[in-house]
């Protein structure tokens, strides 16, 4: 009996330990950081050539390149920040997004907010998929 | 902290001993999650000025349950489960955004007791799945242009597990408060279309914009319940 009691212990403690933050990209499990300006923010970033080898370079699954390129616009991003007059008003809820920095492109940062990390965001914010966002690598900070 | 607890839990079951009579009965009511929130943040930028949002939301949750010992330390169950989730959030006096869904849903569980006490510590597994369906509305105005729009989430699937230690502690002959903790997944789909429409002031002009997409994700971590636990004699 105590046996099978300390086996149910000893798999709760697990899921908790795994329950850490964090978020798997491309095989790794990539750091939680914070934005701490959200006017630093690139909503059309065009990704240059350059950009892209880099990118293809750092990544083991290469279609995360054409995957950042397209959901890092923001007219793939959520109904209630996908436009700038948008964003403008609610700067302070976008602070509440899990943000996962997953590249560095010279002085920018890539993050990305995966929809399951961003369920508590209010309606019209949650992502339906994986959306990007390419940021003044200044205003990224480390939690 | 949570680790302290479930060691906690562990080494108080250690110490009890006791059976229950094959055949006893349960009914329960746990509330499994109750959570609202009510945020209100601003924003100052000297070029642009200030924001502020609110964002007030209700989430409640709720698992009626029957259970039967087929054994002196062995209780199987069936429950349903309910889930409201309520919320708005504005910014400024020109945007509004509400939002809500209600799951149903039936699962099964089983239940070892330590000890038949006063205090009954327990282990559980649990399984279960639940169906429902969602809406969102949106309302803004910008200098530009304004934007009403209409979100169904529909088709919403979950499939949830979950394993967790507990107490029964007796506070009458037959009735028994349920607290326990756990950890628990969840396999979440739903569709999602909207439709909104954007009016622009200059030129005055209009443009119907819609979506649609298939969500499927997984959900886990710990969780909290407490209730109460009825004991009925065997027939």
Same mark, same amino acid.
């Given at each position: 009996?105590?046996?099978? *009691?300390?086996?149910?212990?000893?798999?709760?403690?697990?899921?908790?330990?795994?329950? $850490?933050?964090?978020?798997?990209?491309?095989?790794?499990?990539? $750091?939680?950081?914070?934005?701490?300006?959200?006017?630093?923010?690139?909503?059309?970033?065009?990704?240059?050539?350059?950009?892209?080898? $880099?990118?293809?370079? *750092?990544?083991?699954?290469?279609?995360?390149?054409?995957?950042?390129?397209?959901?890092?616009?923001?007219?793939?991003?959520?109904?209630?920040?996908?436009?700038?007059?948008?964003?403008? $008003?609610?700067?302070?809820?976008?602070?509440?997004?899990?943000?996962?920095?997953?590249?560095?492109?010279?002085?920018?940062?890539?993050?990305?907010?995966?929809?399951?990390?961003?369920?508590?965001?209010?309606?019209?914010?949650?992502? *339906?998929?994986?959306?990007?966002?390419?940021?003044?690598?200044?205003?990224?900070?480390?939690? | 902290?949570?680790?302290?607890?479930?060691?906690?839990?562990?080494?108080?079951? &250690?110490?009890?001993?006791?059976?229950?009579?094959?055949?006893?009965?349960?009914?329960?009511?746990?509330?499994?999650?109750?959570?609202?929130?009510?945020?209100?943040?601003?924003?100052?930028?000297?070029?642009?000025?200030?924001?502020?949002?609110?964002?007030?939301?209700?989430?409640?949750?709720?698992?009626?349950?029957?259970?039967?010992?087929?054994?002196? =330390?062995?209780?199987? #169950? #069936?429950?349903?489960?309910?889930?409201?989730?309520?919320?708005?959030?504005?910014?400024?006096?020109?945007?509004?955004? %509400?939002?809500?869904?209600?799951?149903?849903?039936?699962?099964?569980?089983?239940? @070892?007791?330590?000890?038949?006490?006063?205090?009954?510590?327990?282990? =559980?597994?649990?399984?279960?799945?639940?169906?429902?369906?969602? %809406?969102?509305?949106?309302?803004?105005?910008?200098?530009? @242009?304004?934007?009403?729009?209409?979100?169904? =989430?529909?088709?919403?699937?979950? &499939?949830?597990?979950?394993? #967790?230690?507990?107490?029964?502690?007796?506070?009458?002959?037959?009735? #028994?408060?349920? &607290?326990?903790?756990?950890?628990?997944?969840?396999?979440?789909?739903?569709? @999602?279309?909207?439709?909104?429409?954007?009016?622009?002031?200059?030129?005055?002009?209009?443009?119907?914009?819609?979506?649609?997409?298939?969500?499927?994700?997984?959900?886990?971590?710990?969780?909290?319940?407490?209730?109460?636990? &009825?004991?009925?004699?065997?027939?």
């Amino acid at each position: 009996m105590y046996k099978f *009691a300390s086996v149910i212990v000893f798999v709760l403690l697990v899921f908790v330990s795994c329950s $850490q933050k964090g978020f798997v990209f491309d095989g790794k499990k990539v $750091q939680e950081v914070k934005v701490a300006d959200m006017g630093d923010l690139y909503s059309t970033y065009i990704f240059s050539k350059d950009d892209q080898t $880099q990118l293809s370079s *750092a990544f083991n699954n290469k279609s995360l390149v054409s995957d950042i390129s397209a959901y890092s616009k923001e007219k793939n991003w959520p109904d209630a920040i996908n436009t700038l007059e948008k964003r403008l $008003q609610v700067r302070p809820t976008m602070l509440q997004y899990h943000f996962y920095k997953v590249a560095t492109l010279g002085n920018k940062t890539i993050v990305a907010l995966p929809p399951d990390k961003n369920r508590h965001m209010p309606a019209g914010f949650v992502p *339906a998929t994986t959306i990007y966002m390419v940021f003044a690598g200044k205003t990224i900070i480390g939690k | 902290m949570l680790k302290l607890i479930f060691i906690s839990l562990f080494f108080i079951s &250690i110490g009890c001993y006791g059976q229950f009579t094959k055949g006893t009965r349960t009914v329960g009511l746990n509330l499994t999650s109750f959570n609202f929130s009510s945020l209100n943040s601003s924003y100052d930028v000297n070029q642009i000025g200030s924001s502020s949002n609110t964002n007030n939301s209700l989430n409640v949750s709720i698992t009626p349950s029957m259970g039967w010992f087929i054994s002196e =330390q062995v209780l199987v #169950g #069936g429950s349903f489960s309910f889930n409201l989730n309520n919320s708005k959030f504005t910014a400024g006096n020109n945007v509004t955004r %509400k939002g809500n869904s209600f799951t149903a849903g039936i699962g099964s569980f089983g239940r @070892y007791y330590f000890g038949a006490t006063n205090f009954m510590p327990y282990a =559980q597994a649990s399984l279960g799945v639940s169906f429902g369906s969602g %809406k969102n509305t949106w309302d803004e105005t910008y200098t530009t @242009y304004s934007e009403k729009g209409e979100g169904n =989430q529909k088709s919403i699937f979950n &499939i949830n597990a979950g394993i #967790g230690m507990g107490l029964t502690k007796m506070i009458s002959k037959n009735t #028994g408060l349920d &607290i326990s903790l756990g950890y628990g997944f969840t396999n979440s789909s739903f569709d @999602y279309s909207s439709e909104s429409n954007i009016q622009y002031n200059n030129p005055p002009s209009s443009e119907l914009r819609k979506s649609e997409y298939k969500y499927t994700g997984v959900n886990h971590g710990a969780s909290f319940s407490i209730g109460f636990l &009825i004991f009925l004699d065997p027939k």
